[in-house]
């Protein structure tokens, strides 16, 4: 069961990496050092509101060209389960 912030939802980076679509953590934070997903600090714990998650996700299913190719189409099946 994710933490909530103000009734939202934080994950840690690997939960965040396990639900993208098993890609690796390095590759979420990879996201947040340049900027695409937006990262929250817990204490000294770098975590992942489902908002902001979702904004990402959304963003990635807007401009395809942002994410790789393999990354979309997880992206992509991901946003179909919804």
Request: positive net charge; contains cysteine.
């Amino acid at each position: 069961m994710p933490m909530t912030i103000n009734e939202d939802p934080i994950r840690d980076v690997p939960e965040t990496a396990r639900l993208v679509g098993n890609v690796s953590p390095w590759t979420v934070y990879k996201w947040m050092s340049t900027g695409k997903l937006k990262k929250t600090k817990v204490g000294g714990r770098t975590m992942i509101r489902e908002s902001d998650l979702q904004a990402f996700l959304a963003d990635c299913a807007a401009n395809p060209a942002k994410i790789g190719r393999q990354k979309q189409e997880k992206a992509a099946r991901i946003e179909e389960t919804r």
